[in-house]
């Protein structure tokens, strides 16, 4: 059987952004070396304003289904590890309520996310069973981003301020 990662060309705008730059590529923990990736790109867009994050998000969504969709058809496996823009997404919408005040909350945001995708409680886990193609890759890390976002808000504004 072929390594489905020796049908990725990183010269394809597709693949290229489906493993977040090429961090997806990483023999160890793509999916948070994907995180950590999205992480600058994070400063950036909220450098602009915060609603320059909310459209990337919701633009970031919708391409991605295509970007995850289209790579996964292109390596044969659905949902490979190395396919990471979903990653991207998800850790951008756990950031979206709260202010970029230093470095610690976007670390406490980059762990919960983590934490939400790798052990996947209900109903992420039941997602990424029953909803495949680009909208399920998607699908699981923006509700992932989604309790994340919850969670770092709460810890946020109860706890910290």
Aim: hydrophobic share 50%; with cysteine.
């Amino acid at each position: 059987m072929d390594n489905p990662i020796s049908k990725i060309r990183l010269s394809n705008p597709v693949h290229l952004l489906a493993t977040g730059f090429g961090s997806g590529l990483s023999p160890i923990v793509p999916g948070t070396m994907g995180t950590l990736a999205a992480v600058p790109f994070y400063y950036l867009l909220v450098s602009f304003s915060p609603i320059v994050l909310a459209v990337a998000i919701v633009l970031g969504s919708f391409i991605g289904v295509y970007l995850c969709g289209r790579t996964s058809g292109d390596m044969g496996v659905h949902d490979h590890g190395s396919i990471v823009w979903d990653e991207f997404v998800g850790f951008w919408i756990t950031m979206l309520l709260v202010p970029v005040t230093d470095w610690q909350v976007v670390l406490a945001g980059f762990i919960i996310f983590r934490f939400f995708d790798m052990v996947k409680p209900w109903p992420i886990s039941w997602l990424d069973r029953k909803v495949h193609g680009g909208f399920g890759i998607m699908l699981d890390d923006i509700v992932a981003g989604l309790m994340s976002m919850v969670t770092l808000w709460a810890g946020y504004t109860y706890w910290l301020s």
